[in-house]
Nanobody, 122 residues
């Protein structure tokens, strides 16, 4: 199994920035594509960004393009999500996840972190 632990969430003012980190342990981190998802109360979980095992391919949801950047450092077994110009709509809990296949679909991801809360105030 793979254990994923997110960190870096918190309270930030609108227009501010946060960097989320996801540290992996267990099976080889570099074997997996990684994704960041978020879920607001009463809404379905949605993909925010994804990065391939090599780091050579990335995906961003339209709502975060130009503001968020996903990256990974395989030697540290860590994936990051740099979030800039945060808005109240970015408030949901954020989860990192790992998959053996390239996908933005929640069901394709095999392992999930516990989530980290991001709250953006006006």
């Amino acid at each position: 199994q793979v254990q994923l632990v997110e960190s870096g969430g918190g309270l930030v003012q609108a227009g501010g920035s946060l960097r989320l980190s996801c540290a992996a342990s267990g099976r080889t981190f570099s074997n997996y594509h990684m994704g960041w998802f978020r879920q607001a109360l009463g809404k379905e979980r949605e993909v925010v960004a994804a990065i391939s095992w090599s780091g050579g391919t990335t995906y961003y949801a339209d709502s975060v393009k130009g503001r968020f950047t996903i990256s990974r450092v395989n030697a540290k077994n860590t994936v990051y999500l740099q979030m800039n110009n945060l808005q109240p709509e970015d408030t949901p809990v954020y989860y990192c996840a790992a998959t053996a296949v390239w996908s933005g679909t929640t069901s394709a991801y095999d392992y999930w972190g516990q989530g980290t809360q991001v709250t953006v105030s006006s």
